[in-house]
């Protein structure tokens, strides 16, 4: 995802963790977003303006350990910032 500023984010997405439910349809080339916190289901395209919420794992003003296993590790060409999603709406 590119930032408003040109910066980019590699987005993390929980995995059926507390109801999440996150999926990829290749066909169409879109990922669903259900979350406790959302009341419907996202679905972004290519080319949607988004807004997400929740946080870095880059280290901010002090290291920050993270202990996750990747369920799908990303394609080595995807770069950015990790920035693990809590939320996601479309404007």
Do not use: K, Y
Request: aromatic share 8%.
């Amino acid at each position: 995802m590119e930032q408003s500023n040109g910066n980019l984010l590699l987005l993390v997405w929980h995995s059926a963790e507390g109801g999440w439910e996150v999926g990829w349809n290749d066909d169409e080339r879109e990922i669903t977003f259900s979350s406790p916190a959302e009341p419907e289901t996202v679905t972004i395209r290519d080319g949607d303006i988004i807004t997400v919420g929740g946080e870095s794992w880059e280290p901010q003003d002090a290291a920050v350990m993270r202990d996750f296993e990747w369920i799908a590790a990303p394609h080595e060409s995807c770069s950015g910032e990790l920035f693990e999603v809590s939320s996601v709406s479309i404007e």
